[in-house]
Each structure stands twice: as C-alpha cells, then as structure tokens.
C-alpha cells in the first residue's frame, strides 16, 4: 500500500509557464518531505525537500509547499524551462526512523518550447 | 561530488540464473540502500545497510539478498531470477538519508 501517492502521472507545459505538481500522503508520521528529479537512463537527483515545521521552502525557481493538515504537498517551477522536462518523484521519511524513504509513483513533466 | 557506481547499465539473464548487481559508493558514507523503479510503482525500497556486515529489509525483500563486505561496497543478488523481477535497479547512499546520492541505475531483464 504506497503511502506517498502521485496521482498525476503525466504533466505538459508550456515553456515560462508556472508547472505544479502535487503529492499525497497517508501517513500522519511523515515529517520530512522531498522532490527528486530523474532524466532517462539516470539516477534520481535531490532537488528540494522541507520540514513539518514549515509550509514553505524555496530554492530558486522550485518552491515546495506543504499543507499539514490535508497531508499534501506540491512542487512549483515558475519559470519551466525544456531543462525541466524529466521524472519527478516525491518523497517522504519519518525523521526519527530508521531513515526510510517511502516514494510515490512520479510525474513526467513535459515542457514544451 | 558524491559518485555511485554500479556495474552494469544493462543485463539480460535467464530464469533461474542467480544475479549479482554490484554498487560502490567514493565517499565514507554507512547507509547504502537498493530500489527497484517499476511503471507506475515508483521505487520501492528492496534492502538497505546502515554499516559493514548490517543489513535490513525493506518494503519488498522477497527473492532477494544482500551483501555488504566492505563499506564502499553494496551488492544485490538475486538467488534464482524470475521474470516479476524485471526492473531498474537503483542504489543509493547517504550519510544522512534525507539526501540521497544514485547510481544511474541497471535495467534487468529476466528471460
């Protein structure tokens, strides 16, 4: 049973155009949350990640929300750029665990020129 | 920069072969840890080893194992490969595992 859900499988979006992307969770124990970005035939990169104890985190062009209470968070890349275009797969962890991440499916984002 | 190294991009084996899928980490990091990407699944966290000697299971451990001999070193086998295995294979490390560091991954095909 996936604990962290991506339930858009797929995203297209013009170029210089805000792209979001979302993430649910299930499990109220989460409190480190994280996007990585994988191109083919790569390895996933970190791109950003943020703490329960925000609702924010920005970093550049990327901007991590999270909302508590609804356990959902979301990805914003404003402006995209075709360099964008890649897998994004969220992530979540219980920070005093045993340091699992629990992934959710991923969201191909297509940016178009 | 953190490298991961694993050793084959590719590979093609037979039901009933047993599969070794290698990993070697270059920086002192303990925690090393094997997923598998699947369409749809994302990845799923199969084995992971927080020290020379240690393991633990993940999410999906059945039909697999794990070695980890030396700390830079993390090997994945598959005692008698099936067709349900089938995947990309990805290892990771971390010294804190918040941030992991992949490998490019090894797609597997079992015949």
């Known amino acids: 049973d996936q604990q962290v859900k991506q339930n858009s499988p797929s995203l297209s979006v013009q170029e210089g155009r805000i792209s979001i992307l979302n993430c649910d969770y299930t499990?109220?124990?989460?409190?480190?949350f994280l996007w990585y970005k994988k191109y083919p035939a790569e390895g996933p990169t970190f791109l950003i990640s943020i703490s329960s104890i925000k609702d924010k985190n920005e970093d550049g062009r990327f901007t991590v929300f999270l909302n508590k209470s609804a356990k959902h968070l979301s990805l914003h890349i404003v402006p995209s750029q075709p360099g964008d275009s890649a897998v994004y797969f969220c992530?979540?962890?219980?920070?005093?665990?045993?340091?699992?991440?629990?992934f959710g499916a991923g969201t191909t984002v297509t940016v178009r020129a | 920069d953190v490298k991961v190294t694993q050793s084959s991009r590719y590979l093609v084996k037979r039901t009933g072969e047993k599969v070794f899928l290698e990993c070697v980490q270059d920086?002192?990091?303990?925690?090393m840890f094997w997923y598998r990407q699947d369409p749809g699944l994302g990845l799923r966290l199969i084995y992971f080893?927080?020290?020379?000697?240690?393991?633990e299971k993940g999410d999906i451990p059945e039909g697999y194992s794990v070695s980890r001999e030396k700390k830079e070193r993390f090997s994945l086998i598959l005692e008698s490969a099936s067709t349900n295995q089938t995947s990309m294979y990805l290892c990771?490390?971390?010294?804190?595992?918040?941030?992991?560091?992949f490998g490019s991954g090894t797609q597997l095909s079992v015949l």
């Open positions: 499990n109220s124990m989460f409190d480190y």
């Open positions: 920086m002192d990091h303990e925690n």
């Open positions: 992530a979540a962890s219980v920070h005093s665990n045993d340091y699992k991440l629990s």
């Open positions: 990771a490390t971390g010294a804190l595992e918040e941030k992991l560091f």
């Open positions: 080893s927080y020290d020379v000697k240690m393991k």
